[in-house]
């Protein structure tokens, strides 16, 4: 038998003012009953899949909201969160008897469903996405619907097989880490339990078979572990309390057979709590422990002075007795241990003043996690591509996280491959937008360097500097790809615009789509409308920001197009392009015999203002601007097939934006060299794109820095500043 066979599936009424009655808050009784007698008349003869009263589920997670700690609002609006969805009463209602936050949390919690979405997928992310945004505001609607999954979780056997795997995903992708970045523990714990039981129930069920073969075992071995401790702590016995742990299923399931190990060769398969009242004893014991038994090299972990992002404290250390059996050990204070059981639920009670806090430090510290958990959950929802949501959350609350120091000595916690790019956004907005490089452990890396536990990380900024649009595809984290959004939108809505309809329009041709304009807008209407967007520049914008990916939505354009315009009998059409309007002044450069057109650097030889330069009528793509002497410009135009194709250009004569340019810089081969390369382009403030370096062997190394300059003086410039280092044999510029 499961440990969560034991659990009661329904609590009713009674056992809830049980609960409340016997705990320490101050509840609003009156309220609560009143809210109970509505839901009670309100679900009427409604029944669960099971058969049950459907009344019995809102009173449970009732209880299992009270039993975190939980405010009236909180227990108000567990009572009434199905009622609005599932019932004739409505927001305005519960709102007008009891208040605005209750209504918001139940708001939170309700499920969407006047929204007709294209598929099962984007109906779940709107859902998660209207949850997202009302925790933004209340951080009380994320812990009553984790009270609502769980109970559902705990009766889920008797839905339809499908419906009970798609459940259990759900849980395991969303609202697992989620309770995870709560630091809500034991939540966690039973919601990756239970949906392992359904995932995989073969590999649940082997699992469960071994730890109860090694029951009789294990509690011989912690009773007999207890008393050692006990007694060589010297300590009163209700000073000090101890117990045994097993890991988690779905732990065990992740190490066995996700990462091929047996269960003997599991560390902290085995393990101690060990709980006391006053932070200097967690240090003490530590001593002792150390004392008692081996310590494993690499196996200690300090969080108490290094919390984990999720308010997590305790020190963990892995030892070995003298039968060589390995065990963990974990020491915590009793607040400590209701932080890592309830996480913020627990210390829900000081921000309701249930409970007087202790001192301010204590509150201030609690405000600062909300507001963290808040401007993470934030970062969930600014995407116009709900789908996105999902991944995000996996991305941004996963478990296995890195700590990284700054120069100054703070701790930065991110997740596992998170790049100096994320480290510079969770540091600061400013920071992420001015940043030009980063040094780690004082040597200068890559923008896509990932980060590792324990080292110092420096970034580097410039005042002028922005972020750049590859940057989406490196960070890890959803938070920094929102920021970098963010300023692409707020700066560049008219490049994004540009740029997103050339986007769209590159895949209806490869897709021999043709439309005139007026027919492509009409073809996004449905676009504008699911997005919230006012015109379809909008929709352009965000295609060019990032916002919309444009691989998500097509077969959904095609599918509205084949709707609309396709007739059955006639050819594969061939795409008509209109070039996108724009002044000449927008790029710099002026072409002959056209007043606006879309001008478009080619990337194969980057000219600078002060290059001679020539334009190519693309199909499509508007005017692409070459070099004169590139490669891919023919010596003799009169022999080329379509002469008129190409054009006169030339620069205008005031020109403010930058230009991409790559040099190719061979140099000796020195430790050091990337560094003296970059630090020489840092003091010109000059923005790198990217830099890189090989060896040619024979002692001599080559640079590849691709940079951004004014024109093709300044580059003149940049090239005789870097040839004065004394490593630097030759520069050449692509």
Not at 273 to 295: A, E, F, Q
Not at 441 to 469: A, F, W
Not at 478 to 498: L, P, V, Y
């Amino acid at each position: 038998m499961s440990k969560y066979d034991e659990i009661v599936h329904y609590q009713d009424y009674d056992e809830l003012l049980k609960i409340l009655k016997n705990s320490n808050n101050n509840y609003d009784l009156r309220k609560i009953q009143k809210a109970y007698n509505i839901a009670e008349e309100a679900h009427g003869d409604q029944r669960r899949v099971s058969g049950i009263p459907f009344i019995l589920h809102p009173t449970s997670v009732a209880c299992i909201v009270a039993q975190f700690g939980m405010d009236s609002d909180s227990i108000i609006a567990a009572l009434l969160h199905d009622v609005v969805e599932d019932t004739e009463y409505d927001l305005k209602f519960v709102r007008k008897e009891f208040g605005k936050d209750v209504a918001n949390i139940v708001d939170g919690v309700t499920k969407i469903s006047k929204i007709k979405l294209y598929s099962r997928e984007e109906q779940q992310a709107e859902n998660i996405r209207k949850m997202l945004i009302a925790m933004s505001n209340d951080i009380r609607v994320i812990i009553v619907k984790l009270a609502d999954r769980l109970h559902n979780m705990r009766t889920i056997e008797c839905m339809k097989e499908q419906k009970r795997r798609d459940k259990s995903r759900e849980c395991m992708e969303v609202y697992a880490p989620i309770a995870h970045r709560l630091g809500m523990k034991a939540v966690k714990d039973e919601l990756e339990d239970l949906s392992l039981r359904y995932l995989d129930p073969v590999g649940y069920k082997e699992i469960e078979d071994a730890l109860l073969l090694k029951e009789n075992e294990r509690d011989r071995f912690i009773d007999k572990k207890k008393k050692e401790i006990i007694k060589a702590s010297k300590m009163p016995k209700d000073k000090i309390t101890v117990y045994g742990r097993v890991k988690s299923i779905n732990s065990i399931y992740r190490k066995t057979f996700l990462k091929g190990k047996t269960l003997d060769e599991i560390y902290d398969f085995f393990a101690l709590r060990i709980i006391v009242d006053d932070l200097k004893d967690c240090y003490n014991l530590l001593g002792v422990i150390h004392d008692l038994y081996t310590p494993i090299p690499r196996r200690f972990k300090d969080y108490i002075s290094t919390p984990k992002p999720n308010m997590y404290q305790s020190l963990h250390t892995t030892v070995i007795d003298r039968d060589g059996i390995p065990f963990e050990v974990q020491i915590r204070t009793w607040e400590m241990h209701q932080t890592a059981e309830n996480g913020i639920a627990a210390h829900w009670k000081y921000k309701l003043g249930f409970t007087r806090i202790v001192n301010n430090k204590k509150a201030k510290e609690l405000d600062e996690n909300i507001k963290r958990i808040k401007d993470v959950l934030a970062a969930q929802i600014d995407t116009d591509d709900s789908t996105d949501i999902i991944r995000n959350i996996r991305n941004d609350f996963d478990q296995n996280e890195v700590y990284v120091f700054s120069p100054k000595g703070d701790v930065f916690n991110l997740p596992i491959d998170s790049t100096v790019i994320d480290l510079a956004y969770l540091i600061h907005t400013e920071v992420g937008n001015h940043m030009v490089g980063a040094k780690v452990d004082h040597r200068i890396v890559p923008i896509d360097y990932k980060l590792n536990t324990g080292e110092i990380c420096e970034i580097l900024t410039q005042k002028d500097s922005h972020p750049r649009r590859d940057w989406l595809d490196i960070c890890k984290t959803s938070s920094a790809r929102s920021k970098i959004r963010q300023w692409f939108k707020r700066e560049k809505r008219d490049e994004n615009i540009i740029e997103g309809k050339m986007m769209l329009e590159r895949e209806l041709k490869r897709s021999n789509i043709s439309l005139t304009d007026e027919e492509l807008e009409e073809l996004l209407q449905f676009m504008l409308k699911k997005n919230k967007f006012n015109t379809v520049q909008d929709l352009y914008a965000s295609i060019g920001y990032g916002g919309i990916q444009l691989w998500k939505v097509l077969p959904r354009i095609k599918e509205e197009y084949n709707t609309k315009f396709k007739k059955d009998d006639e050819p594969a059409p061939t795409i008509v392009q209109t070039v996108h309007k724009r002044k000449h002044a927008d790029s710099g450069v002026i072409v002959e015999g056209m007043d606006d057109c879309l001008i478009k650097f080619a990337q194969c030889c980057n000219p600078l203002p002060g290059d001679e330069i020539i334009g190519y009528i693309t199909r499509g793509y508007g005017v692409s601007v070459h070099k004169r002497n590139c490669t891919n410009i023919p010596v003799d135009l009169t022999k080329v097939e379509e002469p008129e194709r190409y054009v006169k250009v030339s620069w205008e004569s005031n020109i403010n934006d930058s230009f991409h340019s790559t040099l190719e810089i061979v140099c000796a081969d020195r430790t050091g060299v990337l560094a003296d390369v970059t630090i020489a382009l840092s003091s010109m403030r000059i923005f790198i794109n990217s830099l890189n370096s090989r060896s040619l062997g024979s002692g001599r190394a080559v640079v590849t820095a691709t940079i951004d300059v004014f024109s093709r003086e300044h580059l003149d410039t940049v090239i005789k500043r870097l040839q004065s280092l004394r490593e630097v044999i030759s520069i050449k510029r692509f």
